[in-house]
């Protein structure tokens, strides 16, 4: 089946599609669209940011979003709309953003631009993120010459643009499709199933596909693992998997959500957890990565999984057998290895909501504080009771092959008293607890360091003690 | 910030640069018969290599033709000095990445898949990697260099305090957004032209043209613009456009070499990483008696621009303070990893960060502040000779802190940051003023030359053309500037053209900040030539003195009668005037001996100052940049909007040098931060929110361009003041310790902990 997407209003069709091509090569080297750029091919610099656009709930309206086109593949454009910086001044001349840029000294190089305009655009237009303060807008958008000033300014300048999406809205509608996509490309297959049942069928049918959610990992294996991806099902269309659940019981997400679509209701939650959403990748990669990915990849850093096994989550498997549900730390069995079985897709997980006597923090450690990834993370949930821990639930990324508890950590703390007593000694324990690695984000002394030290974060923060960077002023005496 | 002065211009492509319409090297249109590039290369540091076995290379899809040294016509050397970079390994390897054979592809894909197809046998040789080995192993590029003067044995000896110390700052990867690349495409009868993004577009055409064995006459290279370069493509852009001028030249088709990012960082240089000793004698006011300083630096495994660039960093190492009797070491390491080369600065800021942390260790030993014993030290009348025997004219540094302190308040908001640290238990914040003085002139005296080339038409529109590279710094639009100013034309008159081999010849690199104090000279003069032409034509036509001539914004007057500049032309046209010209400039002045290391290497200093507050999390090591407020000298301003631009972004890049910015080579000289996934520059929520620039009110005392200073580089170095605030902040976790903390450059998270370990225990 042909991949068909709107370009500025007009339906394209791409009948022959290779399912590992990148948008950002078709943008450049056969639409001829140069303005959007390549910087890395890895989804860490913005300079290819392009918006991508689906018919909102309601169908009355586009939410837009940004994406990186160098790590997404031709067919997770399919049934959508695409903008590229060439879309701004289509009559020739620039759109408000783009002249206050120009105008101010937003570019030097001029590289890395159209990325930022496209990002800034996109918050102007309302799309997906654009209530976050600018900076969190653009933190995926890499510049090395200006500075961000001048940057910065222009978005403060022109915040708000009207856009007339109405001939987008009208050509979207036109390729609406429910039936299933798919094609062959050589010796390579792809499949785009529409539910959850038929992801099951076609999983089953073919247990060796690898899967694409956001590819925010899985195009580095193409860009720069250069490697061959033989069968493909892409999860984008898979319309019940993306469902985002607020209830008193807790909060429940698709394994489809993206890190995006879930940060209000995880800053709801708890703002820890809200934080370490905005901090997973730029807003880039949120607006494609998935939670349900980020589980499944079985990193041993894990952005979300941390946080989500200190909170007692579940996790819930799916396959054309049925469902299975279990705690999501049992699904990390090792380095690289989970506990899916052939045929089974992460279906959603599922955070219990807090009591009133828990008591959670969550804090990543990296060397930049926007877009990257830990070196450390670390999870603590603590029920106190009258001064009484009593359930430690504590879980780290970065310290082990996968994100896991720290058993010796959670049994100093149960059942003592909150005081510093208790949390040098389970400062002490969590030594016991880890064998980290030294590594390109930290040394193994750093990691065990750092770790015991969030457990004082955590205690000098419930004390009312200032811990955070972020909460000081200059000029504060 | 500050209102930019006028007059302040937009970058002359700005319009194209937010449109998408400002074209790079990769956005011009293909040719169907394009080749793509890429490079096999060496998984070993230091090896023989034994056999290369490219059967499966050749046979991939794809691929068109491979290429090894052997296919070379003529000199198999693409280094800028020493002709020690080879385009393709011979015999031996001797870093990791060092390119081995070229893949020429139908796709860039497929270039770079069959790259790794290769079979390699190698044998290991002992692989020298780090400083520390080099040390031991005096494995040296070239002899270690002294510049001294005076008697420091004796001074030390006699000083009434003294003290030793030792640390390490890290290197930097460029990180210009657009990686190198370069695009080659054959010409009639041999000839070769090559689009790359280079900042030396005469050297790349030397090299190319004697790896071709052909004359430099017959190699044209062109460059509109550069995606960022830093310095990164000073030298560097070579090895990429040699390989696609070899592939052109040997296929007779186009070639592109367009390089990956992660193989970019793994195969280009940085900026030199440096281990710092020294031995300080002082007084009790903290003035510096004696000073012994050993700049060890890791140069890779070739000689690239390591001379000039240490050269810098021992003519830095005095930043903005008077030595009286001193002795400064330079040991350029040779190193089995990839040769370090040019970067924003090139050596200055290491000399420059030595020399402060002398200071605030003085300044710790003694419990004062660190802004007291800088004034103390700085050059003054009678106190103005520089450890290598030139005599400072200019100098203005003390003006400039005094002010700085004075509008940034200074005094009180290090009151305050004293109170906040004895209030808060884990978090501490510091503060710190530092200064900068930069040396303006290459080092080597031949190169401070330029050339530049003028044509007015006949309808009054005028093109210009000259040595000097666009990579962002606006220099295009200073110079376009510069020359509409001469015939009082607005800018947009002014065509600027992309800059070719083939229009200015033997031209130097855009570099050492001097783009514009050369070229912008050289392009007047070329100017100054057509108007004074004119200006006679103009005189005769009308029988008038030519002091009555006078090029206005209103038109040209002469006498009574005034005519539009295009009129003008269009007569002089008639009148067989000569309408194009051409502009030479060699600074004057300069004068070095680099066998003692003592002369006037500079033809003037630009300065500046920077305060910089930051807050530390000592639990964490995690940081954040507060506020910083610049005062920085410009002369007088060619354009406030450009140079505005300069100083904060050449800021924010030095501050992400010395915080964030992380090289990590394992113990197989192999480089682990080679994307931008593990390897950070500052995102725009590490910019300070409070950030304020403001512009020295004073012009260059040297007849420069306009009386206007050299501004690319030398703000990279205000960012002193926030690893010196850091340096500060940590510190105040054991307030009463009367020794320096630890801290080394990069101050990530893990250096900051160490360095408060460190501190705490001492």
């Known amino acids: 089946m042909a991949v068909r997407f709107v370009l500025d209003g007009t339906v394209v069709q791409l009948d022959e599609v290779d399912p590992t091509g ?55 454009l399919d049934g959508k709309a695409l903008m590229t910086v060439e879309s701004l001044a289509a009559a020739g001349t620039l759109n408000p953003l783009q002249a206050c840029m120009a105008q101010n000294g937003s570019s030097q190089c001029g590289f890395c631009t159209p990325g930022f305009v496209l990002s800034l655009h996109g918050r102007a237009i309302g799309a997906i993120g654009h209530d976050l303060p600018v900076e969190d807008v653009i933190a995926g958008n890499l510049c090395r010459c200006t500075g961000y000033g001048p940057i910065l300014a222009a978005a403060e300048a022109v915040d708000t643009l009207v856009q007339d999406d109405r001939a987008t809205l009208a050509a979207l509608a036109t390729i609406a499709d429910d039936r299933a996509g798919g094609g062959q490309y050589g010796t390579r297959r792809w499949f785009a199933p529409r539910s959850c049942e038929a992801l099951a069928v076609v999983l089953a049918e073919h247990p060796d596909a690898r899967m694409v959610a956001g590819a925010t990992d899985v195009g580095l294996w193409v860009t720069k693992g250069l490697r061959e991806l033989d069968t493909l099902v892409f999860l984008g269309g898979v319309r019940d998997l993306a469902a985002i659940v607020e209830t008193p019981d807790g909060l429940r997400f698709g394994a489809m959500a993206r890190y995006a679509d879930v940060h209000e209701a995880c800053a709801r939650f708890h703002p820890d957890l809200g934080e370490l959403v905005r901090r997973i990748g730029g807003l880039q990669v949120r607006n494609s990565g998935t939670i349900g990915g980020n589980i499944a990849n079985g990193s041993p850093i894990g952005d979300g999984p941390p946080a989500l096994i200190a909170l007692d989550a579940e996790l819930t498997l799916r396959s054309r057998e049925g469902r299975r549900t279990l705690p999501l730390e049992a699904y990390f069995l090792d380095y690289g290895k989970q506990d899916r079985r052939p045929g089974e897709f992460v279906e959603s997980v599922h955070i219990p909501a807090l009591g009133p006597d828990d008591l959670v923090h969550i804090s990543k450690l990296s060397r930049r504080f926007d877009s990257d990834i830990s070196a450390v993370c670390g999870a603590f949930k603590l029920t106190v009771r009258d001064g009484v821990i009593a359930r430690a639930r504590v879980a780290f990324g970065g310290m082990a092959a996968t994100p896991r508890r720290a058993l010796a950590c959670e049994q100093a703390l149960a059942g003592q008293r909150f005081t510093e007593t208790t949390i040098a000694g389970a400062a002490a324990a969590l030594r016991a607890d880890f064998t980290p690695l030294s590594d390109v984000r930290g040394s193994a002394g750093y990691r065990h360091e750092a770790a015991a030290n969030l457990l004082w974060r955590l205690f000098h923060k419930a004390r009312g003690t200032a811990v955070s960077v972020h909460e000081v002023e200059p000029g504060d005496g | 910030m500050a209102e930019p002065a006028p007059p302040a211009r937009p970058h002359d492509s700005a319009h194209l640069h937010v449109s998408g319409a400002a074209r790079y090297c990769d956005d011009l249109a293909e040719p169907a018969d394009m080749l793509h590039l890429a490079f096999g290369q060496s998984a070993e540091a230091h090896a023989r290599i034994v056999a290369m076995d490219l059967a499966a290379v050749r046979a991939a899809p794809g691929v068109v033709a491979v290429f090894t040294a052997a296919d070379i016509p003529g000199a198999n050397d693409v280094s800028p000095v020493a002709g020690d970079d080879r385009l393709l390994a011979e015999t031996d390897v001797i ?94 009868d041999g000839q070769i032209h090559v689009i790359s993004s280079t900042q030396h577009p005469s050297e790349v055409q030397h090299l190319v043209a004697h790896l071709l064995a052909l004359p430099s006459a017959d190699v044209t290279v062109e460059v509109r613009r550069m995606g960022g370069a830093f310095g990164g493509k000073e030298t560097q852009a070579a090895l990429f ?104 600065g090139f050596g200055g800021p290491q000399g420059m960060l030595a020399i402060e942390r002398v200071i605030e260790h003085i300044a710790c030993a003694l419990g004062r502040d660190p802004l007291d014993i800088r004034l103390a030290n700085a050059y003054g009348p009678g106190r103005d000779v520089t450890p290598y025997g030139m005599t400072i004219e200019d100098n203005i540094a003390p003006q400039i802190i005094e002010r700085l302190r004075r509008d940034a308040q200074y005094d009180a908001r290090r009151a305050q940051v004293l109170a906040f640290n004895a209030q808060n238990r884990v978090l501490k914040k510091g503060i710190a003023l530092t200064p900068v003085k930069f040396g303006i002139s290459f080092t080597t005296t031949h190169l401070n030359q330029a050339g530049a080339l003028v044509h007015v038409y006949a309808d009054g529109s005028i093109q210009i053309n000259h040595g000097g590279t666009e990579m962002g710094q606006g220099l295009y639009i200073k110079v376009a500037q510069v020359v ?181 080579f394992d113990d197989k000289g192999r480089l682990l931060t080679h994307s931008p996934a593990t390897y950070k520059i500052p995102t725009a929520s590490d910019r300070a929110r409070h950030f304020t620039i403001a512009l020295w009110d004073g012009e260059n005392v040297k007849p420069t361009i306009h009386r206007s200073k050299a501004v690319g580089e030398p703000p990279f170095m205000l960012a002193n003041s926030v690893f010196m605030a850091l340096t500060r902040a940590v510190a105040a976790t054991a307030p009463h310790c009367r020794t320096i903390p630890p801290l080394d450059a990069p101050a990530t998270p893990e250096a900051i902990l160490r360095a408060i370990a460190g501190h705490r225990g001492a």
């Open chain 1, 22 to 76: 990148t948008v950002l090569d078709y943008v450049r080297y056969r639409l001829g669209r140069t303005g959007t750029k390549e910087g890395c091919a890895e989804g860490d610099c913005g300079a290819c940011t392009v918006l991508v656009g689906e018919r909102n709930a309601q169908g009355t309206g586009i939410d837009w979003r940004a994406v990186n086109a160098c790590i997404q593949f031709l067919p997770m």
């Open chain 2, 95 to 188: 870093h990791v990445g060092q390119p081995l054979f070229l893949v020429a592809a139908t796709s860039q894909l497929a270039a770079r898949k069959a790259a790794r197809l290769a079979r390699v046998a190698y044998a290991p040789l002992p692989a020298v990697l780090t400083v520390e080995q080099a040390q031991s192993a005096q494995s040296l590029l070239e002899p270690t260099q002294r510049m001294a003067q005076g008697d420091p044995d004796t001074a030390l000896a006699a000083a009434p305090c003294r003290l030793s110390g030792r640390f390490d700052m890290g290197g930097q990867d460029h990180f210009y957004l657009e990686g190198q690349i370069a695009v080659a495409r054959p010409g009639e």
């Open chain 2, 241 to 344: 456009a040699a390989a696609a001028a070899l592939v052109a030249a040997k296929t007779g088709r186009p070639a592109k070499f367009r390089c990956d990012r992660d193989d970019d960082m793994v195969m280009t240089g940085k900026r030199h990483d440096f281990r710092v000793a020294y031995d300080v004698g002082f007084d009790g006011a903290g003035r510096i008696l004696a000073l012994k300083l050993l700049l060890s630096a890791r140069c890779g495994a070739t000689f690239d621009l390591s001379a000039g660039i240490n050269d810098r960093a021992m003519f830095h190492a005095d930043n903005c303070y008077f030595l009286p009797d001193v002795e400064i070491l330079s040991e350029r390491l040779k190193t089995n990893t990839v040769s370090n080369t040019a970067f924003r």
């Open chain 2, 484 to 664: 509409a100013a001469v015939f009082a034309v607005p800018v947009e008159h002014v065509r600027i053209t992309a800059t070719r081999t083939d229009k200015v010849p033997n031209t130097s690199a855009t570099a050492a900040s001097s783009g514009a104090d050369l070229n912008g000279m050289a392009a007047h003069r070329a100017a100054m030539e057509i108007r004074d032409r004119l200006t006679a034509f103009v005189a005769r036509t009308y029988a008038c003195a030519a002091e009555k001539v006078h090029f206005t914004p209103g038109g040209v007057v002469a006498g009574d009668t005034t005519l539009s500049f295009a009129t003008l032309c269009r007569k002089a046209y008639l009148g067989r005037i000569q309408l194009s010209a051409t502009g030479f400039y060699a600074t004057p002045e300069i004068d070095y001996d680099r066998a003692v290391h003592k002369g006037r290497p500079f033809y003037y200093f630009a300065y500046g100052a920077a305060v910089s507050e930051v807050v530390i999390d000592t639990l964490t090591g995690e940081h954040r940049v507060l506020a910083v407020d610049i005062l920085h000298d410009v002369g007088r301003s060619l354009n406030a909007q450009i140079d505005f631009g300069q100083i904060e972004g050449a800021f924010l890049q030095g501050q992400g040098w010395l915080t964030t910015e992380e090289l990590v």
